[in-house]
């Protein structure tokens, strides 16, 4: 037994086994014939027979199945900064938030075709309830982020997590994937949680907070989708925050959302990976003493990276300027451009109500409010 095993993903030695167990679930045929549209189920039963490796799954299957998702529902996956990197190396990948399946599948997919090491991926224990969901992320090699303890238990459970990622990233060799935040971001601000630094920190053992927060080598991504497939379904949670009431999911609310996230139009996709924080933590050494101080900046220069590096598609322009009644971006996108997202929010929300309009625009737009704050804000320095 090991400590990590109510997190871990599956051994190698566990693959096969596990994906026979699940081989004929209605939910394996359903991604399969997404998948292999012109196979019958034989096919991809008799391949399961010979896969016994996590990466064998993932580079038969699960990148099939995302290839699939990028022809169905976008207009295609373009990326950058990632020949700044070592394939050799593991990295820390803390990015943006937008969509629960897709995040880091594509940069699982970006990380297979340029030759890398593929991630072991943070997943809230609370998406994966149903068995057969627990067993597709133990095989796509998820990692269990436990939400459903006690406030007893979390500071266990976080060190535990820490610990692992720790483990992963530096004994392993192995990549891992992050979101700088607990959920997606749903008003389109990408902002590092204090928290998750925090909970890294706790494997921090006999050097200082800088000199660990260097070996875990983090790389900054920035994730943009041209349209988000979910983008109605933040509406309600955005409107209760609007009205300070508490939000309760659905029972189904999640598994809804993460069927429209891999189903629903896309556009254009694009991934940035940012440089790797050495000198700039070095900086941050020099300038702070105290840790509290030393998190804070650190969580500036991951939001900084993601912000300056996110790709600014002509949706987000679009909404900027119809939310603020302006054409001061008008440059930026043509007018049948427009006119396609003005009939996507008409068809998404209720545009009659000025509220619901107002948080749907602000959710596009606020990737455009934090560039310009974040331009501002280096020419004063």
Known sequence: MSKFDDIRPYYDDEVNEALQSVARHPMMKALMS????????????NKFKNVHSIKDFQSQFISQTVLQILERSSEGLTTSGFDQLDKDQSYLFISNHRDIVLDTSLLNLAL??????????????????????????KLNRNFLV?????????????????QYIY??????NRSVWMAQR???????????????????????????????????????????YEYDPTDSLKMP?????????????????DFNTMLSGVLGQKKRIH???GKVLDKELDNIANAFDNKNKQLQAIAQIIDDSIIQNYKLWPTKYIAYDLLHKTDKYAEQYTEEEKQLF????????????????????????????????????????
């Open 34 to 45: 997404f998948t292999f549209p012109d196979r019958d189920e034989e096919f991809w039963t």
């Open 112 to 137: 297979l075709n340029g030759g890398f090491v593929m991630t072991s991926s943070a997943i809230g224990d609370n998406l994966v309830q149903k068995p057969f969901l627990h067993v597709l992320a």
């Open 146 to 162: 436990q939400r459903s303890v006690s406030i007893r238990e979390q500071l266990d459970s976080s060190k535990t997590l820490s």
């Open 167 to 172: 483990n992963l990233l530096t004994k392993e």
């Open 182 to 224: 607990e959920g997606r971001a749903k008003d389109g601000n990408d902002i590092t949680q204090q928290g998750v630094l925090k909970m890294l920190a706790m494997s921090a053992e006999e050097v200082s907070l800088i000199d660990f927060f260097k070996s875990l080598k983090i790389v900054p991504l920035s994730i943009s």
């Open 237 to 253: 949670q955005l409107m209760a925050k609007s009205r300070n009431e508490v939000y309760v999911k659905d029972d189904n609310e």
């Open 271 to 273: 991934l940035h990976a």
């Open 342 to 381: 003005i009939r996507r929010l008409e068809m998404r929300i209720d545009s009659s109500d000025p509220v619901l309009k107002e948080s749907f625009l602000a959710m596009y737009a606020n990737p455009v409010v934090n560039r310009m704050k974040q331009d501002e804000n280096s020419l004063v320095r």
